[in-house]
């Protein structure tokens, strides 16, 4: 069974930073594809930044790019999304996802224009608050 559990979510204050955690289980390859999404209310889910675990290169869609951070723990089977100067319109859930197919590296180029449906696996959320 696949299992993805993101961790690191809560409330802050505008300015303020977080790092999101998501560790994945399950998986028998050693090298696939991870993203991490948002998804305002009332709006459409939103690709922020990919990686590819086997090269360690990582991609960025507008919204990600700047404050965002993605990295991976390749013996951990985790991956980050470290978050600075938050902000109110950075309210959202945030999910991460992973897919183990063996060509996905060359579909997460671009993060916010990518089909969300290129990753199988995803975690159920979690929450990032930001307000006074």
């Known amino acids: 069974q696949v299992k993805l559990v993101e961790s690191g979510g809560g409330s802050v204050q505008p300015g303020g930073s977080m790092r999101l955690s998501c560790e994945l289980s399950?998986?028998?390859?050693?090298?696939?594809?991870m993203g991490w999404f948002r998804q305002v209310a009332g709006k459409k889910r939103e690709g922020l930044a990919t990686i590819y675990t086997e090269t360690g290169t990582t991609y960025y869609g507008g919204a990600g790019k700047g404050r965002f951070t993605i990295s991976h723990d390749k013996k951990r089977n985790t991956h980050y999304l470290q978050m600075n100067n938050l902000q109110p319109g950075d309210t959202a859930m945030y999910y991460c996802?992973?897919?183990?197919?063996?060509?996905?590296?060359?579909?997460?180029?671009?993060?916010?224009?990518?089909?969300?449906?290129?990753?199988?696996?995803w975690g159920q959320g979690t929450q990032v608050t930001v307000s006074s």
């Open positions: 996802a992973a897919d183990d197919t063996s060509w996905c590296w060359a579909r997460i180029a671009e993060p916010d224009r990518m089909n969300l449906s290129i990753f199988r696996d």
């Open positions: 399950g998986y028998t390859v050693v090298n696939y594809c």
